[in-house]
C-alpha cells in the first residue's frame, strides 16, 4: 500500500523559506512522477509543481516560478518543495501526491499525502 507523508510546514514570516518534504512509502521503484498542491480555506486545490520520475522535466504554476523548487531524491524514496521569498498569499495547506494519472498539473493522481500547512504571516 502506497503511502505519502509531508512535513516541513509551518509559520513563517514574508520573505522567509521553507523546505517540504513527501516521503513515499509502499512504492517497489521510483519510477512515478510526483506533484505538489496546496489548498486555502474556500479555494479549490491548486497546482504548484511537479517533477517526473527521474527529476529531468520539473513544471510550476506561474505564482510560484522563480521562487519555489522541486526536486526529488529516489535512493530515498523522498520528494520536495524547496520555498524562497514566501509570500503572504502562499498560505495554504500543502499536499504531496504521486501516481499521475493525467497531466501532472492536474489533481489527477493515484496517491495523495494528508497535507502540511503552511502560513505566512506579513
Known amino acids: 500500500q502506497v503511502h505519502l507523508l509531508e512535513s516541513g510546514g509551518g509559520l513563517v514570516q514574508a520573505g522567509g523559506s521553507l523546505r517540504l518534504s513527501c516521503a513515499a512509502s509502499?512504492?517497489?521503484?521510483?519510477?512515478?512522477?510526483m506533484g505538489w498542491f496546496r489548498q486555502a480555506p474556500g479555494k479549490e486545490r491548486e497546482f504548484v509543481a511537479a517533477i517526473n520520475w527521474n527529476g529531468a522535466n520539473t513544471w510550476y504554476s506561474d505564482s510560484v516560478k522563480g521562487r519555489f523548487t522541486i526536486s526529488r531524491a529516489n535512493a530515498k524514496n523522498t520528494g520536495y518543495l524547496q520555498m524562497n521569498s514566501l509570500k503572504p498569499e502562499d498560505t495554504a495547506v500543502y499536499f504531496c501526491?504521486?501516481?499521475?494519472?493525467?497531466?501532472?498539473?492536474?489533481?489527477?493522481?493515484?496517491?495523495w499525502g494528508q497535507g502540511t500547512q503552511v502560513t505566512v504571516s506579513p
Open positions: 501526491a504521486a501516481t499521475a494519472l493525467g497531466l501532472l498539473t492536474t489533481p489527477n493522481y493515484k496517491s
Open positions: 509502499g512504492y517497489a521503484r521510483s519510477t512515478y512522477a
